[in-house]
């Protein structure tokens, strides 16, 4: 019971860094643009979906709070802060995307709120991965580093990468979802947005190589890790291809495997740890009566009708887009 709630907790990360990471990275790529009809037309690639996207992360919470109570509580006792920032931003972008059309003269007020909610949404994000990654601060399995104890300058650089990968996979979604302006504008910034991204992770691989991280102790007893690099390297590969030869679908699902590859990366680094390095996965298990408990209710029917009302949802808003006169 436990493996299937750790099933369930990792899928939804992933599909929540997928989903929403993709149209939170055109609320970042709509900042770059001051051309309405271009707004309207990438506002137009994420409208149908967006909401359902920011359901995983409802998700996430609840099977963490049932399933893995200790690590719902330690990780709000470190990042109480950063969290309420990030539902900040997450509530503004949203108030931002529904009221943007309402009005002409403070327009522009609410498109700065959709960029600045999703910047800072996915900053956040990326600097809890990096907190993560370089060790809280942990006595006998409770949080003991303060009210900024996740901050350093490692976390930060973090948080400055998700921003551009999210960029880079919103960048993707553009290129596959739009037409003429608005495509063309995607296409030539998805070369400099990979670039960024691989900079990003060679700084992230040099400082962990300097700083010892205990996560490099991880790789060296455990080689086939290199597995999932390796697939990341060889999807950029055919993301160059793609700016190379135009192909429309290939940087979308091209950058969504880089983003899986990693997240793998991560997840077998850790294993069998929720909280690295102190709280292992049994250690964090809630009962086994209550695991039993939200299977029959989340397990067995809450997260398959999610899984296909996410597929039908995909399906029925599939194709490219065009520019609208109506909502916005």
């Given at each position: 019971m436990v493996t299937f709630w750790v099933a369930?907790?990792?899928?939804?990360?992933?599909?929540?860094?997928?989903?929403?990471?993709?149209?939170?990275?055109?609320?970042?790529?709509?900042?770059l643009t001051r051309s309405e009809t271009r707004r309207r037309v990438m506002l137009s690639a994420v409208s149908p979906i967006?909401?359902?996207?920011?359901?995983?992360l409802v998700v996430t919470g609840v099977v963490l709070w049932?399933?893995?109570?200790?690590?719902?509580?330690?990780?709000?006792s470190a990042f109480y802060l950063p969290l309420l920032v990030m539902l900040a931003g997450l509530i503004l972008r949203g108030v931002a995307f529904e009221f943007r059309y309402k009005t002409e003269r403070a327009r522009w007020l609410w498109d700065w709120g959709f960029v600045g909610g999703s910047v800072a949404a996915t900053f956040i994000q990326g600097m809890t991965v990096g907190a993560l990654v370089e060790g809280l601060p942990t006595a006998?399995?409770?949080?003991?580093?303060?009210?900024?104890?996740?901050?350093?300058?490692?976390?930060?650089l973090c948080g400055v990468g998700l921003c551009l990968g999210y960029a880079l996979l919103g960048a993707g979604w553009l290129v596959n979802k739009?037409?003429?302006?608005?495509?063309?504008?995607?296409?030539?910034?998805?070369?400099?947005?990979?670039?960024?991204?691989?900079?990003?992770?060679?700084?992230?691989?040099?400082?962990?190589?300097?700083?010892n991280l205990p996560l490099m102790h991880r790789w060296i007893d455990r080689p086939y890790l290199f597995v999932?690099?390796?697939?990341?390297?060889?999807?950029?590969?055919?993301?160059?291809?793609?700016?190379?030869?135009?192909?429309?679908?290939?940087?979308?699902?091209?950058?969504?495997?880089?983003?899986?590859?990693?997240?793998?990366?991560?997840?077998?680094?850790?294993?069998?740890?929720?909280?690295?390095?102190?709280?292992?996965?049994?250690e964090a298990a809630a009962p086994h009566s209550?695991?039993?408990?939200?299977?029959?209710?989340?397990?067995?029917?809450?997260?398959?009708?999610?899984?296909?009302?996410?597929?039908?949802?995909?399906?029925?808003?599939r194709g490219k887009v065009k520019p609208t006169v109506g909502h916005y």
């Open positions: 369930v907790l990792a899928l939804s990360v992933l599909l929540y860094v997928l989903l929403d990471g993709f149209d939170l990275g055109v609320g970042i790529l709509f900042g967006w909401d359902g996207n920011e359901t995983w049932g399933a893995f109570p200790i690590v719902y509580a330690t990780l709000f006998n399995g409770q949080y003991v580093g303060g009210d900024f104890g996740w901050f350093s300058p490692f976390a930060a739009c037409e003429a302006d608005v495509r063309d504008s995607a296409w030539r910034q998805i070369p400099y947005l990979a670039v960024g991204v691989l900079v990003f992770l060679a700084i992230v691989f040099i400082y962990a190589l300097v700083e999932f690099p390796a697939i990341g390297a060889l999807a950029a590969l055919v993301l160059a291809a793609s700016v190379r030869r135009r192909r429309d679908g290939w940087p979308f699902y091209t950058t969504a495997l880089i983003f899986v590859s990693a997240f793998g990366t991560l997840a077998i680094s850790f294993w069998p740890y929720m909280i690295p390095f102190s709280i292992t996965i049994d209550s695991l039993a408990f939200m299977f029959w209710g989340e397990g067995l029917f809450v997260f398959p009708l999610m899984l296909l009302y996410t597929v039908i949802s995909y399906s029925v808003f």
